[in-house]
């Protein structure tokens, strides 16, 4: 945590954190909001966003894509880590390609999930080799 | 024989992250989640949730007082670490009450924010007397 000086003329200051702050969407917003894998090309959208009640993370974006490669319309949770956020592409970054897909955890439409299950947790994160973002 | 075991799913372990994981809501889902006051009482809910996309931390949560107290429809962002999450009310608790909403930073419906402002997130973070969710 970082005090900075009181400048009540404005902000003139640039810190690590101008750069992210300011960066805000409402979740409202997000739901649509495209994702492209590493090549730049638009491979689905964001269909919700899980939110952590107690610490205010974003756990997991559920991805939608529908019909990518010949995939029904299945949902994907990530853990939010493993996504990017690119303002080039005002969307988010992904390694994702048909390989990745094949094995990911997943629903379809008229399944629903157990997000209390632990297990389930560790699978979503071991499987997009990111560190949870909870017991750190 | 008689076996103890009594969680067959595997899920035998608690850690200290039980109690937060899985505590896990749909982004589209806390739209509509009730707010109370210190004493229990319902004087609100949740209109939408401010992401910052960039750390995947929700930085605000947008707070509905329709006609609470005799305030029109206005919109209150409160940074998320002004709000608990209470799940015996199954809703978001905060320190608020007409005096505190008098002086708040609010937005009427035609109003729109400038989010990037870091003026505004100072004072909003001021206000509320919370640090900040970045530079930490």
Redesign the interface.
Known sequence: ??HTTTNPS??TET??????????????K??GTSVYDLNDKKVGSVD?????????????A?LSFGGFLGIGEKYYPMP??ALK?DTRLDGFVAAIDATVLEDAPSYSAGESVD?????Y?RRLHEYWKVA????L
């Open positions: 945590m970082s404005g902000v810190s690590p954190s101008s750069s992210t702050h300011g960066n805000l969407i409402a979740a409202s997000v739901s919700d966003v899980m939110i952590d009640k107690s610490s205010g993370r974003v756990a997991y559920v939010w880590a956020y997000w209390a299950d632990e297990a947790g949870p973002y909870y017991g």
